[in-house]
Structure formats: C-alpha cells, structure tokens
C-alpha cells in the first residue's frame, strides 16, 4: 500500500506545485482569467487570485513532510472538489471561461476534461487519505515499487497539467470534420 500512497503523495505534490508557480508567475493573467467567471463575487477575484495560488502551494508543502501527509491530502481533496465544481458550474452556464490552471495558453472553454481531471485528483487524494489513516504514512519501499511510483506518478501529473492541451488538440480536431 505504501507504493500506492506515494502515488498519490507525488501526483499531488507536482500537480499541486506546477499549478500553484504557473499561477503565481503571471498573476495579472491569473487574476484577468478569473473575470471570466462570472459567478464568482468580482469583490473576491483579487484574494482568490492569491489565495488559490497559495493554498496549492501550501498543500505541496504539507504532501511533501511525512508529519503533514495527511492534512496535505485532506487540503489537496478539497482543492481539487472545489476545482471540479467550479468546472462544473462553468459548464452548467454555457461559459466560454477557459482553464487558468497550469499557465496554458489555449482557450479550450472547461469541459468535461477539466471536469475529469479535477474529480481524479481528488480521488487520488481520498485514496491516497484512506490508505495513510489505515497503513500509516511511513512504510518502506523497495526499489522496483520505487521506480513504478516515480513512473505512475510522472504520467499522471503530465496528463493533468496537460489537460487543457488535450482538450485542446481534440477540439480542434473536431471542428475540422
């Protein structure tokens, strides 16, 4: 159980970290995009475009020291269920709004991808809680667990922060037909 937890310790930790620097090296781009979602308060849009950024970065932190691992996994599962919702309900409201997330430049409107990949995280993050609760979050592990946990994790967070591009890639290859 121990590989599986590592999973999803550092799925969370680098999904969580990239997310957090893309938003906080062009806050202006953060905080404009988040004038494309109209239900949230305008009041509220310049703290969130802190706080968001922030609080990923907080729980990389608190994912990353074994004596956190758990409060870094419960503020990881409410980050992305929060994440999710919002995709949510952009898409509820037929908005054009498109992912601020990872830095991507496309303009893919959020969508069932978005949608997807927030409620994975977050399963990751339940997952990953229940495991610590029931194992315990220190079990050693040997080097072939090792190796697939760097590997899993690699590839999961490559298609998280490369969603929108995704996304991306098969919108247009729909509009084309």
Same mark, same amino acid.
């Given at each position: 159980?121990?590989?599986?937890?590592?999973?999803?310790?550092?799925?969370?930790?680098?999904?969580?970290?990239?997310?957090?620097?893309?938003?906080?090296?062009?806050?202006? $781009?953060?905080?404009?995009?988040? *004038?494309?979602?109209?239900?949230?308060?305008? !009041? #509220?849009?310049?703290? /969130? %475009? =802190? &706080?968001?950024?922030?609080?990923?970065?907080?729980?990389?932190?608190?994912?990353?020291?074994?004596?956190?691992?758990?409060?870094?996994?419960?503020?990881?599962?409410?980050?992305?269920?929060?994440?999710?919702?919002?995709?949510?309900?952009?898409?509820?409201?037929?908005?054009?709004?498109?992912?601020?997330?990872?830095?991507? $430049?496309?303009?893919?409107?959020? *969508?069932?991808?978005?949608?997807?990949?927030? !409620? #994975?995280?977050?399963? /990751? %993050? =339940? &997952?990953?809680?229940?495991?610590?609760?029931?194992?315990?979050?220190?079990?050693?592990?040997?080097?072939?667990?090792?190796?697939?946990?760097?590997?899993?994790?690699?590839?999961?967070?490559?298609?998280?922060?490369?969603?929108?591009?995704?996304?991306?890639?098969?919108?247009?290859?729909?509009?084309?037909?």
């Amino acid at each position: 159980m121990s590989d599986l937890l590592l999973v999803c310790r550092l799925t969370l930790i680098c999904v969580l970290a990239v997310a957090g620097f893309a938003k906080l090296r062009d806050r202006d $781009r953060f905080a404009m995009a988040l *004038g494309d979602f109209t239900f949230l308060p305008a !009041a #509220a849009r310049p703290a /969130l %475009a =802190v &706080l968001v950024p922030a609080a990923e970065l907080v729980a990389a932190v608190l994912l990353a020291l074994p004596a956190t691992l758990t409060a870094g996994l419960a503020l990881a599962a409410v980050l992305c269920a929060a994440f999710g919702a919002v995709a949510v309900t952009t898409m509820r409201r037929g908005s054009p709004a498109a992912c601020p997330c990872f830095g991507s $430049r496309t303009t893919v409107p959020m *969508g069932p991808w978005h949608v997807a990949r927030n !409620a #994975a995280l977050t399963v /990751l %993050a =339940v &997952l990953g809680g229940a495991v610590a609760i029931a194992h315990g979050t220190t079990t050693p592990l040997d080097a072939p667990a090792l190796v697939s946990a760097v590997g899993t994790a690699a590839y999961l967070t490559t298609l998280a922060v490369f969603t929108d591009d995704i996304a991306f890639f098969f919108s247009a290859r729909t509009g084309r037909r």
